[in-house]
C-alpha cells in the first residue's frame, strides 16, 4: 500500500497537469498530506509551487490529474466550495481587506462549518499574535507587511481549516517578525494542526516540517522527511540553489 492511500490522508495530489492559457506550468505533480502533517513545499522561482496551491484550490484549475481532500474528489469543484471543505489560505501577497479594520477582517472569515470542539476565536487570535488587539480597530490598508501576514494568518485560521496552507509564509519579512511565523506555526503543529507550507528558508522548515516536495518545473521530484533533506546537502544545492 503506498503511502498516499493511508486511510488519514486529508489530501492527495495525483498527477495534476495545469496551464495558463498555451502555457503548460504543472506536469502530472503529486504530493499528499496526512492529518497533523506539516510539509513543505520548496523550489526555485517560477517552478509551480504557487501554481500547485491555485490548483488545489481551484483557482487556476488542473486540466488533468486528480485532487481529494478529505476522501473527495475536489479538482472540479470552485473555489469556495474547495474552501468550505476546510482549507484555509495565507495567500502570496495576504489580500488581508484594505477598507476593514483588522478586527472585521477577522470576523469576516470566521465560521466553524465543520463543527470543530474547540474553534478559534478572536482572543485566541490575539493570544497567537498581540500585535493583531492592539491594532484592531485599524483598517487593513495602515498595517506592516508583518501584521498583514499575521492577520492573514489570523484570518485562515477563523475559518477552522482541516489544512492551512500558507504560500510564502516568511518572505520579505523582518527578521523578529519572520521568527514570530515560525513560532506560531510551530505551535500550530503541536496542537495538531495539518499545513502546507511554502518558504524559502531551509533551516526552519527541516526544524519544522515533518516532509519536503522539491518542485522542478511543474514536477514533484524529490520528497522525503526533514532528516532525510539535510543528510542530502546536494540536493539543496541542485533544486534550491543553496
Ligand atoms: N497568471 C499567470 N499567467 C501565465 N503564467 C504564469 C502565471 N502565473 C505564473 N505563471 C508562470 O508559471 C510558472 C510557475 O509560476 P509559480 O507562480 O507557480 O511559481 P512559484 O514556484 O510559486 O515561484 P515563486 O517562488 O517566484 O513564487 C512561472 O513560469 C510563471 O511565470
Ligand atoms: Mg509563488
Redesign the pocket.
Known amino acids: 500500500m503506498s503511502d498516499t492511500k493511508m486511510p488519514d490522508t486529508l489530501l492527495e495530489v495525483d498527477g495534476i497537469e495545469t496551464c ?2 498555451l ?1 503548460q ?1 504543472l506536469f502530472g505533480l503529486s504530493l499528499s498530506i496526512r492529518s497533523g502533517e506539516m510539509v513543505a513545499l520548496m ?12 490548483s488545489i484550490m481551484g483557482m ?1 484549475p488542473a486540466r488533468a490529474g486528480k485532487i481529494r481532500f478529505g476522501g473527495q474528489e475536489v479538482r472540479a469543484l470552485p473555489s469556495y466550495k474547495i474552501a468550505k471543505l476546510g482549507i484555509g489560505l495565507v495567500p ?1 501577497g495576504r489580500q488581508i481587506f484594505p477598507n476593514l479594520t483588522v478586527r472585521e477582517n477577522l470576523v469576516a472569515a470566521s465560521g466553524n462549518r465543520l463543527g470543530s470542539p474547540d474553534p478559534w476565536t478572536i482572543e485566541k487570535i490575539h493570544a497567537l499574535f498581540p500585535r493583531l488587539a492592539e491594532r484592531g480597530s485599524n483598517m487593513g490598508v495602515t498595517l506592516s507587511g508583518g501584521e498583514q501576514q499575521m492577520l492573514a494568518i489570523g484570518r485562515a485560521l477563523m475559518t477552522n481549516p482541516k489544512l492551512l496552507i500558507l ?2 509564509a516568511t518572505e520579505g519579512l523582518a527578521p523578529l517578525i519572520r521568527e514570530e511565523i515560525w513560532n506560531c506555526l510551530s505551535m500550530l503543529k503541536a496542537q495538531g494542526q495539518s499545513v502546507l507550507v ?1 518558504d ?1 528558508n531551509v533551516g526552519n522548515l527541516s526544524r519544522i516540517a515533518d516532509r519536503h516536495y522539491i ?1 522542478e518545473r ?1 514536477r514533484a521530484v524529490w520528497s522525503g522527511t526533514s532528516a532525510q533533506l539535510i543528510a542530502e546537502p546536494d540536493l539543496q544545492h541542485r533544486y534550491l540553489g543553496i
Open positions: 495558463y492559457g502555457s506550468v523550489g526555485r522561482n517560477g517552478m509551480g509551487k504557487t501554481t500547485t496551491i491555485r487556476t502570496e504560500d510564502e511554502i524559502k518542485i511543474g
